[in-house]
């Protein structure tokens, strides 16, 4: 089985510039998150979806944040204008409906902001 | 918000040695996991333990889980190398926060 692809692996912008990053789920996985994990800490959620409808996005900062789902499957996240403190690992992961347990994790996106 | 802390943040012990490191968590759980980050990797999940079950092995790993105390300890037995990594508790169905981790360094 094919696990969940992001890309891309590394970015460096500089602040105030745009970015995105795009995540592939694993095929049947209904449930997708979208996590930010910054230097040193836990990964800290930012959005969940179920299929194309977003179920949970409390902590998305929406005024620079935007993510979609269109599809139901692959998604986007998005940064706009993007802040020093935005660098960070951006981590998508994906679960089944039948197994909320199963998350799988991809490798993540590296961005750097200088 | 952080659910969970680990304990402590970082740890470094010899190869062979036994590694611990401790969850505490604020809310009632049903539920908690553990997960392994290489690093600059995705997690791996590596254990869950429900929140009516006190201890769990798989492996040469040993959770066990204190809801009194709100609390959870991961034991690696008989470490490796390839162990070094960051270690995180979870809680949560569905949408999981995610602790500040522990970072083990195994030294050959």
């Known amino acids: 089985e094919a696990g969940v692809a992001q890309s891309p692996r590394y970015k460096i912008i500089e602040k105030r510039q745009s970015v995105a990053f795009w995540c592939n789920p694993i095929s049947g996985h209904a449930t997708l998150y979208w996590y930010q994990q910054i230097l040193g800490q836990g990964p800290k959620l930012l959005i969940q979806f179920q299929n194309n409808g977003v179920v949970d996005d409390s902590q998305l900062p929406k005024d620079r944040f935007s993510a979609e789902r269109l599809k139901g499957v692959d998604s986007t996240l998005k940064i706009q204008p993007a802040k020093l403190e935005d660098s960070a690992v951006y981590l998508c992961?994906?679960?089944?409906?039948?197994?909320?347990?199963?998350?799988?994790f991809g490798s993540g996106t590296r961005l750097t902001v200088v | 918000s952080q659910q969970g802390e680990e304990d402590p943040q970082a740890l470094s012990i010899q190869e062979g040695e036994n590694a611990t490191m401790n969850c505490s968590y604020k809310?009632?759980?049903?539920?908690l996991q553990w997960y392994r980050q290489n690093s600059g990797r995705g997690l791996v999940h590596l254990i869950l333990?429900?929140?009516?079950?006190r201890e769990k092995h798989s492996g040469r790993l040993r959770v066990t889980l204190d809801t009194s105390k709100k609390s959870s300890s991961l034991l690696i037995t008989a470490s490796r190398a390839a162990d070094t990594a960051s270690y995180f508790c979870?809680?949560?169905?569905?949408?999981?926060?995610f602790g500040t981790g522990t970072r083990l360094k195994v030294l050959a």
């Open positions: 992961a994906s679960s089944s409906l039948t197994d909320p347990y199963g998350y799988t």
């Open positions: 333990i429900r929140s009516n079950e």
């Open positions: 809310t009632s759980i049903n539920n």
């Open positions: 979870a809680t949560g169905t569905y949408k999981y926060i």
